[in-house]
């Protein structure tokens, strides 16, 4: 933050990441920065993008954001569920992460429910633009392992077929989603 004006109101976040040139102090037990901001005009390719969201997902997991002064690294260790959805955020992470992924849920098998929500999250997003691609603009799906399992015009029908088709120990695997007009 500046002393006048939030570092968000000064960069346009629908150009992150950006390269800046700042002078960062703490002042009452904040961050600020000194001087005028120097953004360079730069463009960022996509692959230094996502190893940069990497980087941050994992600083932020091990440190949390650093806010104020003076900071204070003994912050908990996150959890296994905290790590678990940190990997799976984006298609990198789990490139990366894989072998971690799979000791987390070896070590606790009670997170592969966590770790098929999640990933039901990430296939929601690719068949949202697939469903619409062939012209469906709305409805409620389930998926599960990859595979929309059913469809129906409102999530209490989805739900239902879900009782009927699925046994109870796979329903908390399975991620309903909505796709909106």
């Not at 980087?55 to 003076?70: D, H, Q, S, V």
């Amino acid at each position: 933050m500046g002393l006048y004006t939030p570092l968000k109101e000064l960069i346009d976040s629908s150009n992150l990441p950006v390269f800046v040139e700042a002078i960062l102090l703490p002042f009452e037990n904040k961050i600020v920065y000194d001087g005028i901001l120097a953004p360079s005009n730069i463009i960022i390719g996509k692959g230094i993008s996502r190893g940069f969201d990497d980087k941050y997902n994992e600083a932020e997991m091990r440190f949390g954001i650093i806010t104020a002064l003076p900071f204070h690294p003994e912050k908990a260790e996150p959890s296994d569920a905290e790590k678990l959805k940190i990997y799976l955020k984006n298609e990198n992470s789990r490139e990366i992460h894989w072998a971690e992924i799979g000791e987390l849920i070896h070590k606790d098998p009670e997170l592969m429910a966590l770790y098929h929500q999640e990933m039901g999250k990430v296939y929601a997003r690719t068949y949202r633009r697939r469903l619409r691609d062939i012209g469906i603009e709305k409805g409620w799906f389930a998926v599960t392992e990859g595979l929309i399992i059913a469809g129906a015009t409102n999530k209490d029908e989805v739900e239902k077929i879900l009782q009927d088709i699925l046994p109870d120990e796979k329903r908390i695997f399975v991620h309903v989603f909505q796709l909106k007009k």
